[in-house]
């Protein structure tokens, strides 16, 4: 399979619109990339500051190109929790956005490219990364742990091929960035534009700016994808109202739509021609593992649909028996190339190759139905997903702690709950809480309470929160 | 409380700004709060504050403190 950053085979065709003001082709593409490529060396790692630009992207071609080790992270990404990276893997590149004044002062500039600049580090350390690995993603990208996502070269190609399969993405496609780089949902729709020689828009704007919308008709941009709350926001933005003509397909995926707007949108769709697929992943998987097809959006509400091509599903029970019949909660499990080798927590953990063997536990439940549809309902672990990221519970409570609050922390998609016995103005917990991790304040909220409940063994009982609002 | 003492408040409450924050430069990703999540915090809070419903296209353009002022006129809200 010709990998979808051997941007040779589309040469003349053009790759990036607005990037911004330009038209870029895939020529171009190579020959930038060739000025970062000759200051990378193969198997460093490179931790890339992400922004949906055109040198944010050729900064991580080029690391594939070179078969440098790119590690991506959100560009906003707070100092103090870049610090735990930076311990733990000691990268011989930074590439940053100038505006980060803070990462400038610890290294050598190699080479600027547009507003980024390459930096050479003064990490001394060699190890050894396995050659399969190809990036590092985080899994939360908000709360800095030092834990990633080992993608491998099958992985990103793979997932990119299926994913332009079943979404039959065509060279005349043109895309628009609605989701970071770093969040495997946004990187996969530039894999799978890349692999066909289709076009992309890469903009910082978001869809509450009038130019978003300007810029989309301009460039004549055939599709875009959203989280349930790009989706909630649409609705607000009353998209059955907007008039896209170049719109050809939607999609959505990073956490439950719900039914009702699920219908609603496929209703929505329906009347302008508009596909919708609904889709299911993991970054554990690169990106995708289901989807849900255009034509059984309105039967199948609700549904995550089926495997990709090349995956498979399957559900397991408590005992990891495989479940034979129909409509029978289990913990849904997938095999696919898309799974990735396993975690890693430090660069000693780099030299290991694939742990998984192509099967990923979810950690979500789900059922299927007697014609083959697979459905969730639920999650197993402590995380939630806030604006489409997946936050890991426990780790908010560590950033907390750090912070010098006593808390507990519960949740719903889109709602952080903090229960605290640290008597301070909550807008205090929440600014705090909300600038290191970088998520919008509104998704917290904090409860007081006298004290944190705990089992004889000093466990902590989350189930005796649930129903506490407040204890003035 | 005047109209434009309430416009104030709810600015200060969605963003967690003082009242010396509330300026002329005041716009759309000025600052961290005002985000595109922000944004629909903001223009939820403006309509129950005033009871008014604000169009599409008003919610989009309003990218600014100072252009609130002109968006809220057509809704009746002198500020």
Redesign the interface.
């Known amino acids: 399979m010709t990998p979808f950053y051997h941007l040779e085979s589309f040469l003349e065709e053009t790759v990036l619109i607005y990037a911004p003001n330009e038209l870029i082709t895939y020529r171009d593409l190579i020959e930038r990339s060739s000025d970062i490529e000759q200051n990378l060396e193969p198997r460093h790692v490179v931790f890339i500051f992400c922004q949906n630009s055109d040198s944010s992207l050729l900064g991580y071609l080029a690391c594939l190109r070179k078969k440098s080790v790119a590690v991506l992270i959100p560009h906003q990404l707070d100092k103090t929790l870049l610090a735990g990276l930076l311990e733990a893997y000691k990268p011989s590149y930074l590439y940053f956005p100038s505006y980060r004044q803070d990462l400038n002062e610890s290294g050598k500039e190699l080479c600027k490219v547009g507003n980024y600049i390459l930096l050479k580090t003064m990490y001394q350390t060699h190890y050894e990364v396995h050659p399969d690995i190809a990036i590092l993603m985080t899994t939360s990208g908000s709360t800095g742990s030092p834990k990633l996502v080992k993608l491998s070269y099958l992985n990103l190609n793979e997932n990119a091929k299926s994913i332009s399969e079943y979404l039959n993405i065509k060279p005349n496609d043109r895309a628009i960035s609605t989701m970071p780089m770093s969040y495997a949902y946004g990187l996969s729709i530039i894999n799978s534009h890349l692999m066909v020689g289709a076009s992309l828009v890469l903009t910082e704007l978001?869809?509450?700016?009038?130019s978003f919308?300007e810029i989309l008709k301009m460039c004549e941009v055939t599709n875009f994808g959203g989280v349930p709350?790009t989706y909630k926001?649409l609705k607000?933005?009353?998209f059955n109202?907007m008039n896209l003509p170049s719109i050809k397909y939607i999609t959505q995926a990073g956490g439950k739509l719900g039914s009702e707007l699920t219908r609603e949108f496929v209703e929505v769709c329906n009347k302008k021609g508009v596909q919708f697929y609904t889709m299911y992943g993991q970054t554990e998987a690169t990106a995708r593992m289901s989807y849900l097809h255009p034509n059984f959006a309105l039967a199948k509400v609700g549904s995550i649909g089926q495997a990709i091509p090349g995956g498979e599903f399957w559900l397991e029970d408590e005992n990891r028996n495989k479940i034979r019949d129909p409509e029978t909660i289990g913990e849904l499990v997938y095999r696919g190339k898309n799974v990735c080798m396993g975690y890693t927590q430090r660069f000693e953990d780099l030299s290991q190759g694939d742990e998984n063997g192509g099967v990923l536990r979810t950690g979500d439940f789900a059922k299927r139905s007697e014609d083959g549809f697979y459905e969730i309902m639920g999650r197993k672990n402590r995380f939630v997903k806030i604006?489409g990221h997946r936050i890991n519970l426990d780790e908010v409570e560590t950033i907390a702690d750090q912070l010098g609050y006593e808390c507990v922390c519960l949740g719903v998609d889109d709602v952080l709950k903090i229960y605290t016995t640290s008597k301070l103005k909550d807008?205090k917990i929440?600014?705090d809480l909300?600038?290191m991790m970088g998520i919008?304040?509104?998704?917290f909220e904090v409860i007081y309470i006298d004290s944190i409940p705990r089992s004889s063994s000093g466990k902590i009982l989350y189930n005796k929160l649930n129903g506490i609002t407040d204890s003035a | 409380m005047t109209n434009r003492e309430k416009y104030d408040k709810v600015f200060m409450e969605?963003f967690?700004i003082e009242k010396t924050d509330l300026k002329d430069s005041l716009e759309?990703n000025s600052i961290?709060?005002w985000?595109?999540?922000?944004?629909?915090?903001l223009?939820a809070a403006l309509e129950e504050c005033f009871n008014i419903s604000i169009d599409?296209d008003d919610?989009?353009?309003f990218?600014s403190y100072k252009k609130g002022f002109e968006i809220l006129a057509k809704y009746g809200v002198e500020l």
């Open positions: 978001s869809m509450v700016e009038h919308w709350y926001l607000r933005l009353k109202k604006y807008q929440k600014g909300s600038r919008h304040h509104s998704a | 969605i967690s759309y961290m709060s985000d595109s999540i922000g944004h629909m915090g223009i599409t919610v989009i353009n990218s």
